[in-house]
Each structure stands twice: as C-alpha cells, then as structure tokens.
C-alpha cells in the first residue's frame, strides 16, 4: 500500500470507465468515486507522490548505451464477496511478508505488499473531495530512511484529501505527526516502520484496526461548535512473538482538518464507522526496470528481479483469515469494562466477527512508464498470466503458478521464492516475457545492475522547534537499542498521557486523567501473550524484529510507554 494524490488527470474519465468492473469485482462500495480516483491516478501515470517524486535528482542506475529509465506501477486485485454493511466497527487480516525484490534497488522504489483501505462508512456522498482513510500496511516507501529488502510496516492514516497523514507516533505529515498516540508498554514503534524480523519470507503479520472508547464524544472540537467523536481507531497485531494493540489514532486527529471547514464536519472516523466492504490489493508505484530498443526496432525490457514466496506444493499463501466486525465484537464489552463492568479478559466476541471470503478472482493493472514520456503512453506487462487462484478455501487468497520456463524458483535459507521473469518484449502494446536468450546482446540489457544501497539522515521527534514532549516531559531514559535494519533508536519512557500526541489531542488535562486511568487498566490486564485477533486458519505467523519488544523499568509497569525520539545510523 502506499499513500498518494491524484495530479489533475487529464484522462480520468477515460480511465474510470476503464476500471469500473475491478471496482465491481472489489465489493467495493460506498465511495467509488474516492477509489476510482486511486486507481485511475495511477493506471495514467498522472500523479504526485507525497512522500516523494520520480525525480530524485540523481544520476541514473541505468547508463548502458541506448537504454531507458523505466518503471513499473500497478495493482493485483483480489475479488471478494460482500458483507453485511452492520460489520462497521474495523476489520483485521494475515498478510504475507516476504522481499518482493531480489536486491533493494534505492529509494525510487515504492511498493505494498497485499493490505487494505478502510473508508468511512457515509449514508451519502458528500459536496466535493472528502478523501480520508487508513491505509499503509507492509511495503517499502521513498521515505524510508533505513531501508532493507524486507517490509516494515506504517499505519497510514489520511486526513481529508491527504491535508496531513499519520504513520507512526511521532511520524507522518503536517498535523499528522502527532496523530497517532503509543499504546502498548511492550513494543517501540520506530518513526521509521514497525521492522518485522530480518529474513521473514512467506510468514503471515496478523494486524487489524478495532475502535476503542478511551473518551467520551467532545461537543466542542478546538473551541468551535461541532463534535469530535469518541473512536481511538487502534491497531492490532498478531505475530509470532508479540501479541496485542499497539497505537491508536487519536479522534481529532481526523477531526481537526474540519475546524475551518463546516462541510467536512462528522465526516471521518473519529465519528463515523467504517465501510467493511474493501478492496484487498497489492499497490505498486514503482519497480525499477530498463528499456533497450535492438537494430530491428523491436522493444525489449528487464525488470528487477521480483519474487514472491512459494510453498512446498508450488502455491503462494498471500492472505488468510480477513475478517470485520460488529461493536459486539469488542467496542461494548470494553466500554463496559473501562467503566466499571466486568473485565474483558478473553478474545473477541465471536458472534460479532464476520469472514470476508475471496471468490477466486484476480487481476492485474501493471504498467510500464518510461521516464520522459506522459503516463497515457504507458504500457500493460503481462504479468497476469502466470497468476491464477486456489479456490478451494475462501478464507485464503492462494496464488497458483501457471507452469512456465520463464519462472524459476530461488531457494534461500529464509525459504524459496517463486522469481517472475525478467525479460520482456514489446508485441503489440503489450510486454510479453521472453527467455533471457531470446533478447539480443546489442540491447545491453544483460549488463544492467539495479542494486543500490541507501540510508537517509536521522529521524527525530521532537524537533528541537516542537513544544509537543517537552513539558513535562519523559520519566525514564534515554535508552538505545540497535534494530535488524542497522538503525539505532533512541527511546524515552513517558507516562501514557504525557506522551507528545497527548498533548497534541485537543484534551483538557482533565480530559487526559481520565485516558490514562483507563489505559492503567489496560495495562494490567492485556498482556503482549494472549491472542486479540482470530488466528490464522493456514500458515505461520511471522515475527517482528525481537529488539522492538521491551519491558517496562520497575515501577512503570502499567500507564507508561516507550515514546521512540531518534532514530539513525551510528558511525
């Protein structure tokens, strides 16, 4: 998954047309217009990365003779069937982790992994652009300041029509920095991504987002007469080695971007609940690859070596066990408990989950955009010919592999990955893959290198210009622990409501008090062993970078948390 904005598309009518029946196929329903507008922008090339753009500035990695700059961008749709819309209270899924690419080839690339969009759920669609969501997922991002071929994972929260965006606590854009507040006393979140442990390869990350009721509906959002609602949008994890909610959005969070706006009043999440039919995609924005034209005038192209996991019997487990869910499932118990009732101490209500089946369908949008040339010259690559679906559990999307030469199998001691292939040439609008000695040596496409290792500057918050974490302050640190990515993270620990984004939340210190009695007995209670999601129905979990999970100093057990304030490469 990834996060960006659609740059005034000259084609988008052209273009929705286009992709009205993925849109069908996805379930997708409620705000169309919001996710036509995705998927248009990208199809057409036409639009603008907020984390960055295609122009780096720097020298090219391709510089053999004739050969072009390219790169390839897209989706793979899952199709899925429709669920009752009273399934409005968040969702969780197994995603597959593994390196999508052979070697990490710098920071044009930009991918996810499978994952999802969580709209709000509107009667009616409002007067103008009124995009906002939660996103993010596992993948690789042109801000990812350390970098490996294995994922990390973001929150990726979208403030109307992408005004802010909220990553991780302490990370994100404009007002969405402090948009996210940490929750669990046992796990660091890194500005730059939840690390999943160095050689993860085919292992299922269990996560979701579940609302919890830690205040009350506010009748007045900044001073101004109109509410902000009462929904922490929290997220979940289950992996092998950590079990548990790990950070929320905090509810003005959303509704902050409406202050000076009348008409985007009670339109997000802070109030509303949340639209349980998704799409479940895999968004790509940018795989390197090179282009070369031969004597004959005949196209060809390499693209960077790109694998997906595969498992004893061929196939490829991508998703297992997506479900969404009622406020049965956990808003009423816990809203309950925090108030005085009985403790919520086992999973959730069963009878408040529903599964989302996958009906067996697939389809791909990758294209080919060559650097120089407008978005409506790129070209499909015909990739979707080799992927087919396993329909024999709806609750897995199960990748089968069309027999072909042109895939290979590379084994590695994480596990073996299925390698698509590289090699491809232009016929009739379309790349079509070829055997590597079918493409002429003149073409110099053989000698073309696409590994490029990169680091970017520390990561820090707060800044020293922030007053946000400065008054009153951490209670413990600083401590330091060096990460599987080769970062070193810096750490406080704060008490729960003291926290930056706490003081950032639009709270009366009040207000706070009563958050931080309610996240004591949280605390106490949800320890990081017991299971929060529905397991996986097929697959092993997979683990997160152990040097994240941490335990409280002696006294700080309950109401405090770790609060990551640096992050970096030490020399």
Known sequence: MGVWIDAGNKNREKDEERIAPFLEAMSFKGTKRDMRRQVAALITGSFILLFATFASGEESIIQAGSIRKGWVGGYIIAGTEKVDLTYNAGFSMYSAAWPLLKEYPGHEFQSGLFGTWMFPLREKAPEGEMYSDIEGGLGWWRDTHFPTVFPKFIMGGVQLNFAGWANTPGSGHGDGKYGVVQLSPWLLFPPDGLNLKQGTCGGLFGYGYLPLPLTEVKSKTAGKDFPTGNQWWTLFINAANFKG???????????????????????????????????????????????????????????????????????????????????????????????????VDKTMDVGGACQVKFNGKIWTTWRVYEEGLPGEKATPIDIGSFIAVDQSDPASLRFIWKKSKLIGIRKTRYGNLLVL???????????????????????????????????????????????????????????????????????????????????????????????????????????????????????????????????????????????????????
Request: proline content about 11%; aromatic content about 10%.
């Open 245 to 343: 909610p790990v950070a929320a959005f905090t509810p003005f969070f959303w509704s902050r971007v409406a202050i000076d706006n009348p008409k985007a009043r009670g339109m997000f999440l802070d109030i509303l609940p949340s639209d349980p039919n998704k799409a479940y995609e895999m968004e790509t924005q940018f795989i390197p690859c090179a282009i070369a034209t031969d004597s004959k005038g005949e196209q060809y192209l390499r693209l960077a070596s790109t694998q997906f996991p595969v498992g004893p019997d061929g196939a490829s487990l991508i998703m297992n066990n997506v479900m969404v869910y009622s406020r049965k499932a956990l808003w009423d118990r816990v809203n309950g408990w925090l108030e005085g009732g009985q403790p």
């Open 421 to 571: 292939p590289e090699y491809y040439r232009l016929v009739n609008g379309t790349w079509v893959a070829v055997a590597p000695e079918d493409v002429p040596p003149e073409t110099g496409l053989k000698k073309v290198t696409f590994a490029k290792k990169e680091t970017l500057g520390p990561r820090v918050t707060p800044a020293e210009s922030e007053r946000y974490g400065k008054e009153p302050g951490p209670v413990a640190g600083p401590f330091k622990v060096k990460l599987g990515d080769g970062s070193t993270v810096t750490y406080y620990w704060y008490r729960f409501a003291d926290q930056p984004s706490l003081l950032n939340a639009d709270l009366t210190p009040e207000e706070r008090e009563e958050i931080q009695r309610k996240v004591e007995k949280i605390h106490r209670l949800w320890t990081k062993y017991r299971n929060y999601l529905p397991p996986p129905s097929a697959g092993k979990l997979a683990e997160i970078d152990p040097a994240l999970i941490v335990t409280p100093p002696k006294g700080l057990e309950a109401g405090y948390v770790p609060i990551v304030t640096r992050q970096e490469i030490e020399r």
